[in-house]
T-cell receptor, first 113, second 116 residues
Framework: QKEVEQDPGPLSVPEGAIVSLNCTYSNSAFQYFMWYRQYSRKGPELLMYTYSSGNKEDGRFTAQVDKSSKYISLFIRDSQPSDSATYLCAMSVSGGGADGLTFGKGTHLIIQP | GAVVSQHPSRVICKSGTSVKIECRSLDFQATTMFWYRQFPKQSLMLMATSNEGSKATYEQGVEKDKFLINHASLTLSTLTVTSAHPEDSSFYIC????????????FGQGTRLTVV
């Protein structure tokens, strides 16, 4: 079993829909959870950064962490064609400052105009 | 967010030659930087942790003599792929956290290496 599981997609939804992206993980030591957006093999861009369980909202994006289930989610409201990209979940024990990140494979998201 | 610059963005080299990739933190100092590798349709995989003024720490299965890392200053880390072979062709990305534990890590633009 891989440390982080993420459905690679592609996930195709119409513009304006709510998108739900998810990851599961096996290492209970992970404390910090992140979502990155990556365009066409460019460097990942940080979207959300959360610590432990709970919800965090930033504009159209909401990140949820359920440590008891080892399950994290990213919701995108009012999705736009410009949101089309690969979304990577990442996690670490110490938050990325002291240790490297463990990534999922990424979900390729397509927002249809 | 903080800016991390990586250079070059793309490089093609002949088999057997060496290639150096630079990673710079432009608006902050980074005592630690991380190097990742990403194969097509795969996750970013951590290769090594670069520590300013000391030796890098390599992940299991990564050859330290092949992937030489130098972190000579608080804003620059370099990865040198020595005696490159076609199987080393990949997307190499660096990241730098803005502080210690609990801080965010920002990524460079990545370097696409093709060994012919």
């Amino acid at each position: 079993q891989k440390e982080v599981e993420q459905d690679p997609g592609p996930l195709s939804v119409p513009e304006g829909a709510i998108v739900s992206l998810n990851c599961t993980y096996s290492n209970s030591a992970f404390q910090y959870f992140m979502w990155y957006r990556q365009y066409s093999r460019k460097g990942p861009e940080l979207l959300m950064y959360t610590y432990s369980s709970g919800n965090k909202e930033d504009g159209r994006f909401t990140a949820q962490v359920d440590k008891s289930s080892k399950y994290i989610s990213l919701f995108i409201r009012d999705s736009q064609p410009s949101d089309s990209a690969t979304y990577l979940c990442a996690m670490s024990v110490s938050g990325g400052g002291a240790d490297g990140l463990t990534f999922g494979k990424g979900t390729h998201l397509i927002i249809q105009p | 967010g903080a800016v991390v610059s990586q250079h070059p963005s793309r490089v093609i080299c002949k088999s057997g030659t060496s290639v150096k990739i630079e990673c710079r933190s432009l608006d902050f100092q980074a005592t630690t930087m991380f190097w990742y590798r990403q194969f097509p349709k795969q996750s970013l995989m951590l290769m090594a942790t670069s520590n300013e003024g000391s030796k890098a720490t390599y992940e299991q299965g990564v050859e330290k003599d092949k992937f030489l890392i130098n972190h000579a200053s608080l804003t620059l880390s370099t990865l040198t792929v020595t005696s490159a072979h076609p199987e080393d062709s990949s997307f190499y990305i660096c990241s730098a956290p803005t502080g210690g534990a609990g801080t965010e890590a920002f990524f460079g633009q990545g370097t696409r290496l093709t060994v012919v």
